[in-house]
C-alpha cells in the first residue's frame, strides 16, 4: 500500500492543489493536522483536497477541533476524520490522535490535550496500525529550532506499547519531510509538500 503523507497545511491551497495531484498515484492520503491556521481557514484547504478520490485519512490539528475538521469534510465520502478512533481501509487499520500534546503555550484558540487526556484517547490503539498523531512522539522528530523536545511522552509510550507499522506526525515544522526511528516503527513527519510512503516496504517511495 503507498501512502501520500502530510501535514501543516495552513491555508496554503497552492500546496493542497500539488498533493491532489500526486494523491493519483498512491492508495490512501494520510494527513496529520494544522489545515487551518488558528482555527480560522480551514476550508480554504478542505474544499481543494475534497477533490482527492481515494481514501483519506486525516486528523485534527491544534489548528482546528475534531468538529471543525469534521464539517469541512462533510460531503468527501472518502474521508476518515480519526481522534480517538479508528478505521480500516483494505485491511490496514489505522488510528488518530489530533490536537497539540502536550499542552501548547499558543493560548485558548489552540485545540490541546493534556499527557493523561492523550493517554485515554489512545487506549484502543491496535498493535501493528498505522497510527496517525498531530504531535510527534517525544524524543521523535520533536525539537524545536530552539532545541526543545514538544513531543508527547504518552504517544511514545503506546508507540514503544504496540510497535505500529508506521507513524505519521506533523506540528513541528523543522522536521517536514523527515523521517526517524523509534525502536521498530518508523515516525514520518510529511509536511505541506508531502511524502509517499510505501508501508509494504516500510520505506519512502522512489518509484
Not at 493536522?33 to 480560522?40: E, L, M
Not at 485519512?57 to 472518502?78: H, I
Amino acid at each position: 500500500m503507498k501512502l501520500l503523507l502530510f501535514s501543516d497545511l495552513h491555508c496554503d491551497a497552492s500546496a493542497a492543489q500539488a498533493l491532489v495531484e500526486r494523491a493519483r498515484e498512491v492508495d490512501v492520503v494520510v494527513g496529520a493536522g494544522d489545515f487551518a491556521t488558528a482555527r480560522r481557514g480551514i476550508g480554504t484547504t478542505v474544499e481543494v483536497l475534497k477533490s482527492i478520490a481515494c481514501p483519506a485519512v486525516l486528523v485534527p490539528g491544534n489548528g482546528e477541533s475534531c468538529e471543525e475538521l469534521a464539517a469541512a469534510c462533510r460531503g468527501w465520502s472518502a474521508a476518515h476524520v480519526l481522534h480517538g478512533s479508528g478505521a480500516t481501509i483494505d485491511g490496514v487499520q489505522f488510528y488518530g490522535l489530533g490536537g497539540g500534546v502536550p499542552v501548547t503555550p499558543f493560548g485558548s484558540w489552540s485545540y490541546d490535550f493534556t499527557e493523561a487526556e492523550a493517554a485515554a484517547l489512545l487506549a484502543d490503539c491496535p498493535a501493528d496500525c498505522v497510527l496517525v498523531s498531530h504531535s510527534p512522539p517525544h524524543g521523535a522528530l520533536d525539537r524545536s529550532s530552539a532545541g526543545v523536545a514538544l513531543g508527547s511522552r504518552a504517544l511514545r509510550a503506546v508507540v514503544e506499547q504496540t510497535r505500529p507499522a508506521l507513524v505519521v506526525c506533523g506540528h513541528v515544522h523543522e522536521w517536514a519531510g523527515q523521517s526517524v526511528q523509534l525502536g521498530s516503527t518508523p515516525v514520518v513527519n510529511g509536511g505541506s509538500r508531502g511524502l509517499v510512503w510505501d508501508l509494504a516496504t516500510g520505506a519512502p517511495n522512489r518509484g
